[in-house]
Nanobody, 118 residues
Framework: QVQLVESGGGLVQPGGSLRLSCAASGLTFSMYTMSWYRQAPGLERELVAAIGTIPRLKNYGDSVKGRVTISRDNVKNTVNLQMDNLTPEDTAVYYC???????????WGNGTLVTVSS
């Protein structure tokens, strides 16, 4: 079955950087749109970044634009999220999502916690 496993979360100081990674298995990775979402306590899940099956097609959430970069490796079946200049408002659980464009079928990972605090 499809598995998405996030890694790279942790505690970081304000202004610091983190690189999240999502390893996918059980699917034809290159055919899926990959996204990162996040959910902070008491708030709705929001889009952080998305990358299409054509890697140059990327979309970023307004709250992170200019501070994060999404990339994918269709050989290693991974999608990465480089996050820079982090603020406490970036504290959340970060989730990886795979979506098959033709059907809209989606798969989610279990998330990785990012805490930005001094």
């Amino acid at each position: 079955q499809v598995q998405l496993v996030e890694s790279g979360g942790g505690l970081v100081q304000p202004g610091g950087s983190l690189r999240l990674s999502c390893a996918a298995s059980g699917l034809t990775f290159s055919m899926y749109t990959m996204s990162w979402y996040r959910q902070a306590p008491g708030l709705e899940r929001e889009l952080v970044a998305a990358i299409g099956t054509i890697p140059r097609l990327k979309n970023y959430g307004d709250s992170v634009k200019g501070r994060v970069t999404i990339s994918r490796d269709n050989v290693k079946n991974t999608v990465n999220l480089q996050m820079d200049n982090l603020t406490p408002e970036d504290t959340a659980v970060y989730y990886c999502k795979a979506k098959f464009p033709r059907t809209g079928n989606e798969h989610w990972g279990n998330g990785t916690l990012v805490t930005v605090s001094s």
